[in-house]
């Protein structure tokens, strides 16, 4: 794919795979760029980006589809090599539609015909699935990681041809540092995909993996899970959570010097370099007293 070629952006819909009018039709197909195909002639896209599908939702729609039939047409490309009236066919967009075209026992569909490179069809199947917002957070980051490794995009090259920020792209990767337990939990619909953010504050995936199912047990929300990961994190670093890191030397006799300056106990708070002193007091009359001290 050349940097001076157009990009379509996420924007255009599924436009950018359905043909417009006759005269725009694919090379090579002519009149059969649009037509009823058997369904045995068609196979799954490899490596479509949805590998997940809901079979409530499928057995829903084959239902439609055995009353009402298939509205809208499915994409493929034509494959190579096929005999003389038996081509074959690759999906690129629609392969629920086709699952539930063979429960619902269609034997054949409409489809449109892209004449595309393997590349381009792995593309315009991730475009139409983040279009109709059908890929999970784990699905989403492994095609996003695919398209660079793969297909040679940088994140911001990406970014710009889904029509999507840097930051989503940087952030979705981000998932697949997960370990495929907590991985499989996202997929499941167990972990959103803000826990999975939190999650990752923990760099330890024994102790990661510990964390997630205590937040599925929980059925913690997403800010008890960013509470949670960061006293995981902080008691991975020597410091169990909600136990005072031991004071210094120097600390304490600070402590000391301004107790018996003031006459009541003060404590120091330091967290490298920085924090705060406490002071106590018994009453008012002794706060009073206090401040007339302090600010002479």
């Not at 629920?96 to 569909?109: I, P």
């Not at 006799?253 to 018996?260: A, G, V, Y």
């Amino acid at each position: 794919m050349s940097d001076k070629e157009p990009r379509r952006a996420l924007g255009r819909g599924l436009d950018a795979l359905l043909p417009v009018a006759a005269d725009k039709a694919p090379a090579g197909f002519g009149d059969r760029s649009v037509f009823t195909c058997p369904l045995e002639r068609i196979i799954p896209l490899k490596g479509q980006p949805r590998q997940h599908f809901d079979e409530k939702a499928l057995e829903e729609l084959s239902q439609s589809l055995r009353e009402v039939g298939l509205l809208e047409p499915l994409v493929v490309r034509k494959l190579p090599g096929g005999a003389p009236g038996q081509d074959k066919y690759e999906l690129i967009a629609g392969e629920r539609r086709w699952r539930a075209a063979q429960r619902a026992g269609l034997r054949e569909v409409l489809v449109v015909v892209k004449d595309v490179s393997p590349v381009a069809a792995f593309e315009l199947a991730m475009i139409e699935n983040v279009q109709r917002e059908e890929l999970n957070a784990i699905e989403l980051a492994e095609a996003f990681s695919r398209l660079i490794k793969e297909h040679g995009y940088t994140q911001e090259r990406l970014a710009e041809r889904i029509g999507k920020d840097r930051t989503t792209i940087a952030n979705s990767l981000r998932l697949l540092r997960l370990p495929p337990g907590v991985r499989e939990k996202v997929v499941r619909g167990e972990l959103s995909e803000g826990h999975a953010r939190a999650l990752l504050q923990v760099t330890d995936d024994a102790e990661l993996a510990k964390l997630a199912d205590k937040v599925v047990r929980g059925r913690l929300n997403v800010r008890q899970t960013e509470k949670l990961a960061r006293a995981t994190k902080h008691g991975a670093g020597g410091d169990r959570p909600g136990q005072p890191k031991e004071k210094s030397a120097s600390v304490r006799d600070l402590e000391r010097r301004l107790t018996q300056s003031l006459g009541t106990r003060c404590e120091v708070r330091d967290q490298g370099g920085k924090g705060e002193i406490a002071v106590s007091y018994a009453s008012l009359d002794h706060l009073d007293a206090l401040l007339e001290k302090l600010l002479k």
